[in-house]
């Protein structure tokens, strides 16, 4: 569908107008929706990279473990955390 108005009166109304802003926002979040939906729908038919990205999104604990190193400052001075020890 096309509205036939120029794509900066859109920008500035969702500035201006908080319904149509909001409007806006509620939109979008049902187009996301439909399209988590239909991924679901693709990854359950067998896309095996729908089904990694589906598992890592929503159970990142299990499906996505950490790789990174949590680093703290303390007054100037980097905190590392402890090394794992390494069985002998």
Known sequence: MVAMIDRATVYRHREQDQEFAEAW????????????HKA??????????L???????????TYNPASRV???LLG???LLPEK?????
């Open 25 to 36: 926002k509620a939109a979008i979040q049902a187009s996301v929706d439909e399209l988590e």
């Open 40 to 49: 679901f729908q693709l990854a359950l038919d067998g896309d095996s990279n």
């Open 51 to 61: 089904i990694t990205f589906m598992l890592k999104s929503h159970k990142p604990e």
């Open 70 to 72: 949590d680093v703290g």
């Open 76 to 78: 100037g001075v980097i």
């Open 84 to 88: 794992k020890s390494e069985p002998e």
